[in-house]
């Protein structure tokens, strides 16, 4: 695959991903450019999260390539691609917070290991990381002590400390209340003004909507959909119809 | 081509044996590179290691209670019952002493592992350690090995010292002087023993470390998953102890 070196996107093409005699992922592509906030929608279990942890570099796919900006992760051992992945920050369905630490040590994770900057510094950044999502007082708290919107903006926090380009958010929604929803999709708003492009996996259109300008849709293992709002409503595919009607039982999963 | 269950039962078997020894070589390799995680080992030097020692001196106190109390019931008809010190020394030190305080800490400190990283892999921690950078066989796995290299020698002699102690307090019921029963150890050990006596427990504190953690990385399914995954990681590094010393000690044998 030629990709000239200093394009700012991440990209998957052709992948199939098999887990368990099971296919999750068949031919999959996916674009996600510098400032075109994408989505991926699917059913419980479609392979969502999948597909987040493959443009990690997590899991390895069987066949198919995968680039950060313009550089390949597939078939290298990680130690290759550590330095390249570090322009993305995920946020995981449950927060991933490390429950052996303070919110603060989490928040900082990254600074302290990385080990370049003095200690009150890293405090100061990770204080102002907590402010920005609001949730400042908790920083001497163990994650075991938050509630669940509570986790997933510390989780935030966290992606934000590595100071990213991409930011993958996991389902980011599911599971809260409406002011919980409302709290999490400002944020990204606020995010994205900042500068930063964000991929979320969700099957929650309202939210979606709120904040993607692109949309994949993911049926069966395969891509049925990728395009524009506009695209997707417009869109006359019985499997893409199915997903958007509010009666399908898929919603409520 | 189909496999039989057999076969991918074998399969299975020979994958996660080669997995265990890749593991245990990358975690020994990076004993000696950096990021060296002091605070880690430390912590779980304590967990380990400290929080091991009153299971350990229970072990050794009744073991050497009841071998010395064995031993001269079986000594006594032939009034032989000065060399009960050094049969109780010599069984101890080579065999259960290792094998004893292992199997004690394979249970407490293989299940804690496995749990601990299984907890971390099914929360997606492992993955978000990743994502930040950090090598996670340096971080998760190489402390707890250094911690159980080091801790596991040290269990063990306690454990030696202490069953010791446990065979004079029932030596001294038969008459036995301190000094006598010190005297015939000797009699029964050569130096190399002691080397046995640390080799041993050096070789079952990496074995139940390097399960435990491979087991403990590879966790799936849940919180039932992580279950399932500790008490496999307890039978599996209980057994491996009992197999290894025994050709440990046909090894020693050869040197003896
Ligand atoms: N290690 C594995 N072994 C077997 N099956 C797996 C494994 N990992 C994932 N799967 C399967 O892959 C499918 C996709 O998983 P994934 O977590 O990507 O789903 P998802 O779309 O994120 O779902 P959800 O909305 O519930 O989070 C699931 O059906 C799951 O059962
Ligand atoms: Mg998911």
Redesign the interface.
């Known amino acids: 695959m030629t990709a000239p070196a200093v394009e700012s996107c991440i990209r998957m093409e052709q992948v199939c991903y098999r887990v368990g005699g099971r296919t999750i992922l068949t031919d999959f592509d996916l674009l996600l450019e510098r400032g075109v906030n994408r989505t991926i929608l699917g059913v419980s279990g479609a392979g969502k999260t999948t597909i987040l942890?493959l443009l990690?570099g997590?899991i390895q796919p069987q066949s198919g390539h995968i680039f950060i900006n313009g550089q390949e992760i597939t078939g290298r051992p990680?130690?290759d691609y550590?330095?390249q992945?570090?322009k993305?920050?995920?946020v995981?369905?449950?927060g991933?917070?490390?429950?052996s630490m303070t919110v603060g040590e989490n928040v900082g994770?990254?600074l302290f290991?990385?080990?370049r900057l003095p200690e009150a510094e890293i405090e100061a950044i990770v204080r102002e990381k907590l402010r920005f999502v609001g949730v400042e007082p908790a920083l001497d708290l163990y994650p075991a002590e938050l509630s669940g919107g509570m986790k997933k903006r510390v989780a935030i926090a966290?992606a934000l400390a590595?100071d990213p380009d991409y930011i993958f958010f996991d389902e980011p929604t599911t599971g809260l209340d409406p002011i919980g929803v409302y709290n999490i999709v400002s944020l990204m708003r606020r995010l994205q003004e900042a500068g930063k492009t964000t991929l979320m996996v969700t099957h929650d259109l309202p939210t979606a909507f709120a904040t993607s300008q692109r949309f994949s849709l993911i049926v069966a293992s395969r891509l049925a959909f990728d395009g524009t709002e506009e695209g997707l409503k417009a869109c006359a595919l019985p499997h893409v119809r199915e997903f958007l009607q509010p009666t399908d039982a898929s919603l409520f999963v | 081509m189909r496999l039989s269950r057999i076969d991918r039962a074998a399969l299975r078997f020979f994958a996660d044996l080669q997995g265990v020894f890749l593991l245990g070589w990358q975690a020994f390799h990076r004993i000696f590179q950096r990021?060296r995680y002091y605070r880690d080992f430390a912590i779980q030097f304590d967990k380990l290691g400290f929080g091991s020692i009153t299971i350990c001196f229970l072990t050794g106190l009744f073991t050497g209670m009841v071998m010395a109390l064995q031993f001269l019931i079986q000594l006594k008809p032939f009034a032989a019952t000065s060399y009960v010190g050094g049969m109780v020394a010599v069984t101890m030190i080579k065999e259960l002493g290792p094998v004893l305080s292992s199997l004690m800490v394979a249970g407490r400190v293989g299940s804690a592992i496995t749990a601990e990283l299984g907890t971390m892999i099914v929360?997606?921690?492992v993955?978000?350690?990743?994502?930040?950078?950090?090598?996670i066989i340096q971080r998760l796995v190489t402390p707890r090995l250094k911690a159980m290299l080091l801790a596991m020698p040290l269990l063990a002699v306690m454990t030696d010292a202490v069953s010791l102690l446990g065979g004079y307090l029932m030596a001294a019921g038969y008459g036995i002087s301190p000094t006598l029963y010190l005297s015939s150890f000797t009699q029964f050990l050569f130096p190399l023993d002691y080397v046995e006596g640390l080799v041993k427990p050096l070789a079952f504190g990496g074995l139940i470390t390097m399960i435990a953690c491979y087991t403990g990385l590879n966790t799936g399914g849940g919180a039932e998953g992580v279950g399932a995954a500790a008490k496999r990681a307890v039978v599996i590094s209980s057994v491996s102890v009992l197999m290894v010393d025994f050709f440990l000690a046909k090894i020693f044998v050869v040197f003896r």
């Open positions: 942890k990690l997590l990680e130690s550590r330095e992945r570090k993305i920050a995920i995981f369905q449950g991933a917070l490390f429950d994770y990254r290991e990385e080990g966290r590595a | 990021p929360t997606e921690q993955d978000a350690m990743r994502v930040e950078g950090t090598d």
